[in-house]
């Protein structure tokens, strides 16, 4: 009995500790998931307001991606707490009922800890999850709000550009606007008058006389940089990209930099009133625009230097198009300036919308007169490339137009915003893929010094070299591509914290609730699926042509590779485009089993098909270049595709075989194993040629041959005594079975030659006739009698 006593004591104190032990990390659990509460239940409280700000939307969006994580981090540390307590549930097993025999009091005081504990954990799982759910909520509703509010800003109507009733309200509020501008430069000049004042005015002046010194070193500073004919006549594409960009951070950085310091004065003596902010960062802005495109259209396009070109384009053209590009940006500055000027007056709407649009109409202006020079310019040098990029800049001029002459004045200086945006981001996109692919190649080249480093220290060979420069290049690549898209969708009002709600719906089906499908989400949807479906099929064509060659695998384990990647990334996209929709992946899990049946029916056979296909893919019985033979059909196997594969005959006709067919049927592979070929010649000479001679004929005559393989030696068999000649069979093999009816052909002329140079004759097939009675039949003719009637005439 003490015995017993001890145990349960200790026991208890063990389930004491136990607790204790769990108590503190449930508390910290707790409180965290006490203060996620508070920041959904005050950001749901937020989402009911009518009006929120954009800036109000997007700190509401960081507070609750803290919380979700915070949540996150809840359940995946109270995950492995909760797997233990149940496990020691488990393992107590259910309570003995009433008529089973009582347990101990120990295995009672283990069991009623054990459950509550699990039960204390388990509730604070589902309260995670809970949590996890309305902040998933919480979060499509801000989503929802901010695309609307960029919708209603972007989509808002107003007077049209060309409405007299516009101009006459801008003529009516110019009076008071330019009261105003008068007013806030004589508050300026005021501010400015003091001796601090006049001490920054001063400096900021001989700041600006100092850069009108320093104008003509730095330009002959930036002409060198400029100038590539010291980097040689024959450029690499290496050398194109870095000059690119060099060129790009010269002209940029310089106009940049003397903004800057012009700015810090003026703040750091305060020349400009608070109010001013706007308009020095629109200044500065402008500044920044037109240098950068300045810098990116000289480096891309290197004026008078042809070879050192990034795109292909005639010298006018090239010209042509950088005046574009800078004056777009120079009215786009001035535009964006004077809105700020306005702005900082508060002058009236219509003068802002005016500013607006007449500076979209210069612009597509611009557009609509250098498109025209292009193309005079192209009809002269005939040259019709980037025949599509001019059909889009056609189409972006008319609908910047078009929406300004509508009415729709915001969502022209929307689209002129984001024409600068694309073009700028894109040209930034093509130069850095251009030098992170011939940079990284030019880095593991095995004469360069980490080429040569990783030779010596690692002992890669240079194929290996070649495939790691490869895969950097290509992932550096992905990257560059993948920021600028969401460089790109960023100003439309698609975040990357979006992006990453699609995928995580895509894969895991966290959708609660019914699903609403719009038009606008369904093209949103289709532009997802067209995305995804063009960068696998960008990857499968890196694969096809730098990775997969560089690897030196079979040409059908490289089918193999990019056509399951294919497979791959086509269902990634669909099941990205759905999860846009709502539709994740346990949502088409009831789909496809309450259609299974009828595919088991009505698709059997295409089913059929893409398994086998799969099949073919990865047991690679048959690969792509194969000479295969099925039934009466044989060729080259040129395709292996989803449902079918495509063989080349001999006669240049495209055979497509259902892929179930080369799984169930039998099928020749003559260069499965290896491609080797056996050439087999049926001889047969007259019955007095010498045996051994013409063994020894047929076997000089394959030996003679190039083709023919040593080893296994040409053999030659006496297969059988003919009717009119001696039957051999000249048996000898050859490197590519391909070669074997040419191979067979050159030994027909060669043993015939040699049989007829040795007097070995060929006999024609022929056959003997015996008659009996000749005999007698020519003694009764020459007695004169009448011919005897042959034995046993009826």
């Not at 590009?325 to 000027?341: C, D, G, K, Q």
């Amino acid at each position: 009995m003490r015995f017993r006593a001890a145990l349960a004591g200790f026991i208890a104190l063990l389930c004491l500790f136990v607790s204790a032990a769990f108590a503190q990390p449930t508390d910290d659990a707790r409180a965290k998931l006490d203060a996620a509460r508070q920041t959904i239940d005050r950001i749901e409280a937020m989402l009911t307001r009518e009006s929120l700000g954009e800036a109000e939307l997007a700190r509401g969006r960081v507070d609750l991606d803290q919380a979700a994580a915070s949540v996150v981090e809840v359940v995946a540390a109270l995950q492995p707490r909760y797997d233990s307590a149940k496990a020691r549930l488990e393992q107590l097993g259910p309570a003995p009922g009433d008529k089973a025999s009582p347990e101990s009091p120990a295995a009672a005081a283990e069991r009623q800890t054990a459950t509550q504990t699990f039960n204390d954990i388990d509730a604070l799982v589902k309260r995670a999850r809970l949590l996890a759910v309305q902040a998933d909520q919480a979060s499509s509703e801000i989503v929802s709000k901010r695309r609307a509010n960029f919708a209603n800003a972007v989509l808002a109507r107003s007077s049209s550009i060309l409405s007299p009733w516009l101009w006459r309200d801008v003529a009516l509020d110019l009076p008071r606007d330019w009261a105003a501008m008068r007013t806030l430069g004589s508050d300026w000049l005021e501010s400015i008058s003091t001796q601090r004042g006049a001490l920054g005015v001063a400096l900021l002046f001989a700041y600006f006389a100092a850069l009108a010194l320093l104008y003509a070193p730095l330009r002959r500073l930036v002409e060198r940089v400029l100038h590539r004919s010291s980097h040689g006549d024959d450029p690499t594409d290496l050398h194109r990209a870095v000059l690119a960009l060099w060129t790009l951070v010269v002209m940029a950085t310089l106009p940049m930099a003397a903004v800057v310091g012009g700015l810090t004065i003026v703040d750091y003596f305060g020349l400009a009133p608070a109010r001013f902010s706007p308009l020095l960062v629109a200044l500065g802005d402008g500044v920044a625009r037109v240098a950068a495109t300045a810098g990116m259209a000289w480096g891309v396009l290197a004026p008078g230097q042809p070879k050192w070109r990034l795109f292909d384009l005639s010298e006018p053209v090239a010209e042509r198009i950088i005046a574009l590009a800078v004056n777009v940006a120079l009215v786009i500055s001035a535009t964006r300036i004077l809105e700020a000027s306005l702005d900082v007056v508060s002058a009236s709407l219509v003068t802002t919308v005016a500013v607006r649009g007449v500076g979209s109409l210069v612009v597509a202006a611009l557009l609509v007169r250098g498109l025209n020079d292009i193309m005079r310019r192209r009809e002269a040098s005939g040259d019709d490339r980037y025949a599509a990029l001019r059909v889009l800049a056609w189409i972006a001029a008319v609908l910047i137009a078009a929406s300004a002459i509508a009415g729709f004045v915001a969502l022209s200086s929307f689209l002129v915003s984001q024409l600068a945006w694309l073009v700028g981001v894109v040209s930034l996109a093509i130069v850095l893929t251009k030098l992170t692919r011939f940079g990284v190649d030019a880095m593991f080249e095995p004469d360069r010094p980490v080429g040569r480093m990783l030779t010596a220290s690692v002992g890669l060979k240079r194929e290996s070299l070649e495939q790691i420069a490869v895969v950097i290049s290509g992932a550096l690549t992905m990257l560059v591509i993948v920021v600028a898209a969401l460089l790109l969708l960023a100003r439309w009002g698609i975040e990357s914290q979006d992006l990453y709600s699609y995928v995580s719906a895509a894969f895991f089906g966290v959708k609660v609730g019914d699903v609403t499908i719009s038009l606008s989400a369904v093209i949103s949807a289709l532009a997802l699926l067209v995305i995804g479906l063009a960068v696998t099929k960008a990857i499968q064509s890196w694969l096809d042509s730098r990775f997969l060659p560089a690897t030196h695998l079979d040409t059908g384990l490289r089918n193999a590779i990019r056509t399951s990647f294919g497979y791959v990334g086509v269902f990634a996209a669909i099941a990205l485009a759905l999860s846009y929709l709502g539709l994740g992946l346990d949502r088409l899990a009831l789909v496809a089993g309450a259609l299974s049946v009828g595919i088991g029916f009505g698709l059997q056979s295409v089913v059929s098909n893409f398994v086998s296909g799969l099949i073919l893919l990865w047991e690679r019985a048959i690969r792509v270049g194969d000479w295969i033979v099925v039934g009466t059909d044989q060729g080259y196997v040129r395709r292996i595709n989803v449902r079918s594969t495509e063989i080349e005959t001999f006669d240049r006709a495209l055979v497509v075989m259902p892929n179930s067919n080369l799984i169930t049927g039998v099928v020749t592979n003559w260069v499965r194993g290896d491609r080797i070929g056996r050439v087999k010649i049926p001889v047969g000479v007259s019955y007095g040629a010498d045996p051994e001679q013409v063994r020894d004929l047929l076997i000089a005559a394959a030996k003679e041959h190039e083709s023919v393989l040593k080893i296994p030696a040409p053999n030659v068999l006496f297969t059988s005594f003919g009717d009119s000649a001696l039957m051999f069979e000249l048996v000898c093999f050859v490197e590519d079975v391909e070669a074997a009816g040419r191979v067979k052909s050159d030994l027909h002329f060669s043993i015939f030659k040699a049989m007829r140079e040795n007097a070995v004759e060929i006999p024609f097939p022929q056959r003997d006739m015996n008659i009996r009675g000749v005999d007698r039949l020519v003694e009764a003719l020459s007695a004169g009698k009448s011919a005897p009637e042959p034995k046993g005439a009826g």
